[in-house]
């Protein structure tokens, strides 16, 4: 079976630090990789997706930039937060090809908050 | 691009009441939607989908209808309860090498015991 792992579950960073988020998928290979922002209140924002080992796609500009180091790993990362950074970020995954890459399979997340 | 428009922003029902969440989109090129549900401190989950060759998919106690002509789509849910209190999110994406999904802006529904 398909696991999804985010790390941390949450941060507290200052405004002006760096952040590093990571996200490992086990038990698939070669998965489309997703970065996701929720705001309080529930909306998401698609940040950045991945179909590939070093090629990722950026959705919108937030100050942040993503990786994807490994075939199983998806790192959000930025060198200096923002306040507007603070939230909850969400990794997912979906299978390449067919019919099932429709439907993203989602982590528990990581909650920021940046004071 | 894609625009997803969800309604209610909020629903407040007693258990054993029937919902429905409507959800409307704008990209005639959409042919995938599924709906996704977020309980309290869980993650994000699948629930029900349907393609746009459907008109109508039901699982248990959820039902998702679909209109091409007026791009519209709504759940309905029968017979709450107290763990369908979530928030539920519609999603439209395009057919072939799409990976940019968009959702709604979720429905949060609680249902009182």
């Known amino acids: 079976a398909q696991t999804i792992h985010q790390w941390p579950v949450a941060e507290i960073k200052a405004v002006g630090s760096p952040l590093s988020l990571g996200c490992t998928i086990k038990g698939k290979s070669s998965p489309n990789l997703y970065w996701y922002w929720q705001a309080t209140g529930g909306t998401l924002q698609q940040l950045f997706y991945?179909?590939?080992?070093?090629?990722v796609e950026s959705v919108v500009q937030l100050n942040l930039s993503a990786s994807r180091p490994k075939d199983d790993q998806f790192i959000l990362s930025t060198e200096k937060l923002l306040l507007s950074h603070s939230g909850f970020y969400l990794c997912?995954?979906?299978?390449?090809?067919?019919?099932?890459?429709?439907?993203?399979?989602f982590g528990a997340g990581t909650r920021l908050s940046v004071l | 691009g894609e625009q997803v428009e969800q309604l209610p922003s909020s629903l407040i029902v007693q258990e054993g009441a029937s919902v429905l969440i409507n959800c409307s989109y704008t990209?005639?090129?959409?042919?995938?939607f599924p709906w996704y549900k977020q309980e309290p401190g869980k993650r994000l989950q699948f629930i029900i989908d349907i393609r746009s060759n459907m008109e109508r998919k039901q699982n248990q106690r959820l039902t998702l209808l679909f209109d091409k002509k007026t791009k519209h789509l709504s759940l309905h849910i029968t017979a709450t309860q107290p763990g369908d209190s979530a928030i539920y999110f519609c999603s439209a994406r395009t057919s072939g090498g799409n990976y940019k999904p968009t959702f709604g802006k979720g429905t949060s529904l609680v249902v009182h015991p």
């Open positions: 997912a995954w979906s299978y390449w090809g067919g019919a099932d890459q429709n439907t993203l399979y």
């Open positions: 990209d005639s090129a959409s042919v995938y």
């Open positions: 991945s179909i590939t080992v070093g090629q």
